[in-house]
């Protein structure tokens, strides 16, 4: 028997839409589920990175196979409050489904596993090995709360990890990777009736985004992941396509690096010359075109514009490799079988890697291409207005990840 009822299990998910997390506070979902697990004899503790932002740790079991689970606390911001059909922070059920930002990335999945943990222990179900919950901060920025796991040997003992990262109905073993660049370009001042006596920051990093676009349109048709093999993803996804959309471009954009320059600004006001421009590049890199050789790219046109009298220099505040297993493993069987089990979707799951970053870059950091690597999750419209999650498949993965885990350790 169930521990906890389905209406308890929604207003968790509830509780913890309803705080706040974007981008910072999620100490208060920390120390929300320290206090939900404390009631269930689970031990956890917070690890703190700075007044507002902590990471919780809690584990179950003893032993081995030690199988990390991990979710984020933060959300991106819900954007203007007007377009959302119900307040982004109060769950809502509306014909089926759950509304909230966060609803579906990623507190649905987070507060399935939380869930799942005090239902293994309360059942005594785990006989063997140990449960490490991992809840983290800052994933959708910089990843700083999986970095400090890492650095911290949090993750040094685990045997397999599963992240519950909104997928469903596809069951995930490999990503890309995700840089963010800052370049800043510096110039002088002066009245734009007079522009000579100044120096324009805003012409050299246009001719600089202009030099990487090229690069880059050269380099989109030569790299293309042998390693990654998103066959599977293209099929599953093509016919969901607008008539519109280009299959070739979709099937690039999947397959190999991408570069995006997604932010540029300059400039105080239209008669002075520009003293400074920023402009900011998210690359999603691939292993036959990983971070490193994204790193000579900029470095070689950042210094050709120094050469020819530019002063532009970079920040690199986002450095995830991509996470390259090969799915052939246990975890990865066992996680399709209990789906097919578990759920009704007239497809079969399809086992595949996304295009989507995850905290498994800095939690596998030291890990090989055979370590059992899973993400699965419930929610649909991630970073959207009017995420949400399925409530029938918000419940059953509570189920679908107690009967995973507890199948995984006993039969490791």
Sequence with gaps: MSELTNEEKIKILSDIVAIKTVNDNEIEVAKYFQELFDKYDIDSHLDELSKTRANLIASIGSGKP?????GHMDVVDEGNHNDWTHDPFTLTEDNGYLYGRGAADMKSGLAALAIALIEIKKSNSLKKGTIKFMATVGEEIEQAGSKQLYDKAYTKDLDALLIAEPSYPSLVYAHKGSMDFRITSKGKSAHSSIPFLGKNAITPLITFIDNINKEYEQLKETTKSNSL???NMIEGLEDRLPDNINKEDFK???????????VISGGNQVNSVPEYAIAEFNVRTIPE?????VKKLFEKYLKDANKNGADLSQEIYLDLDPVVTTGQNNLVNLGVKKAKKHFKYEKTFITSPTVAVTDASNLLRDKDESFPFLMFGPG??????DERVNKEIYLQFIDYYIDLLTSYTNEY
């Design 380 to 385: 649909e419209g991630p970073h959207q207005v």
């Design 289 to 293: 075109y990983n971070n490193e050789k």
């Design 229 to 231: 093999d998103y066959s």
């Design 252 to 262: 690039d954009a999947i397959e190999s690096l991408v570069i995006t320059n997604s």
């Design 66 to 70: 030690v199988i990390g689970v991990s």
